[in-house]
């Protein structure tokens, strides 16, 4: 019986960790002293880079500059994320998955008029 509530409880273990909290993050240079850019505060974006492991092996490891760009991917025109959040939640045991997150607020291009 302690051996079925063992493999019970380590059959639905994961983790989520949380990396930190950035000011500003871009996966490239970008230059914020000229004042060419904004936040664009009226929407949060997220992005989300994962896959499935198999002994702890993924085909493709996802990596936080992926979720940062799939993030960034839902702006036209973004360069980058203000206010970002990056997060990792994995769970594996034989099988299993890890996904990187990242939210934050997209950096576009001022507009000339």
Same mark, same amino acid.
């Given at each position: &019986? $302690?051996?079925?509530?063992?493999?019970? &409880? &380590?059959?639905?273990?994961?983790?989520?960790?949380?990396?930190? $909290?950035?000011? !500003?993050?871009?996966?490239?240079?970008?230059?914020?002293? #000229?004042?060419?850019?904004?936040?664009? #505060?009226?929407?949060?974006?997220?992005? !989300? @880079?994962?896959?499935?492991?198999?002994?702890?092996?993924?085909?493709?490891?996802?990596?936080? @500059?992926?979720?940062?760009? %799939?993030? &960034?991917?839902? %702006?036209?025109?973004? !360069?980058?994320?203000?206010?970002?959040?990056?997060?990792? #939640?994995?769970?594996?045991?034989?099988?299993?998955?890890?996904?990187?997150?990242?939210?934050?607020?997209?950096?576009? %291009? $001022?507009?000339? #008029?």
């Amino acid at each position: &019986m $302690k051996r079925m509530l063992l493999l019970g &409880m &380590m059959a639905f273990a994961g983790c989520t960790t949380q990396l930190g $909290k950035f000011t !500003v993050y871009s996966p490239k240079p970008i230059d914020l002293s #000229k004042g060419e850019y904004a936040v664009d #505060k009226t929407q949060k974006v997220k992005g !989300v @880079d994962g896959t499935a492991l198999y002994l702890l092996y993924g085909p493709d490891m996802p990596t936080y @500059d992926g979720a940062v760009r %799939k993030a &960034m991917a839902q %702006k036209p025109g973004c !360069v980058g994320l203000a206010d970002v959040t990056l997060s990792r #939640k994995g769970f594996w045991l034989l099988f299993g998955f890890c996904d990187f997150y990242a939210e934050g607020y997209p950096i576009v %291009k $001022k507009e000339v #008029k």
